[in-house]
């Protein structure tokens, strides 16, 4: 059993910053792979970023690429998503993932367990 909980979303202006905390209860959870999606009004939800169980790998959508940064600190069972640039296309309720497994995944069916989000809007 591992239970995610996010924090630090808000409002920012275009072109701000904000970083995203996903706290980890359970003794898996160094051993999981992790990812943070997001979904936006009216449509799915969608892959940003993931990083493998001992942070030495990480893959990003094309989207976030070059501006978003994922981390994890294992000690603090703790993934972080620094998120920069910020645009208004960012707005979404951001979700953590922890993975079945321990490599990098961008699909939501290698997630079985799943925070309950927390939003970000971003203003123009």
């Known amino acids: 059993q591992v239970v995610l909980v996010e924090s630090g979303g808000g409002l920012v202006q275009a072109g701000g910053s904000l970083r995203l905390s996903c706290a980890a209860s359970?003794?898996?959870?160094?051993?999981?792979?992790m990812g943070w999606f997001r979904q936006a009004p009216g449509k799915e939800r969608e892959f940003a970023a993931t990083?493998?169980?001992?942070?030495?790998?990480?893959y990003y959508a094309d989207s976030v690429k070059g501006r978003f940064t994922i981390s994890r600190d294992n000690a603090k069972n703790t993934v972080y998503l620094q998120m920069n640039s910020l645009k208004p296309e960012d707005t979404a309720v951001y979700y953590c993932?922890?993975?079945?497994?321990?490599?990098?995944?961008?699909?939501?069916?290698?997630?079985?367990?799943w925070g309950q989000g927390t939003q970000v809007t971003v203003s123009s």
């Open positions: 993932g922890a993975a079945k497994g321990s490599t990098v995944s961008s699909n939501p069916k290698s997630f079985d367990y």
């Open positions: 359970g003794r898996t959870f160094s051993s999981r792979a």
């Open positions: 990083i493998n169980w001992s942070g030495s790998a990480t």
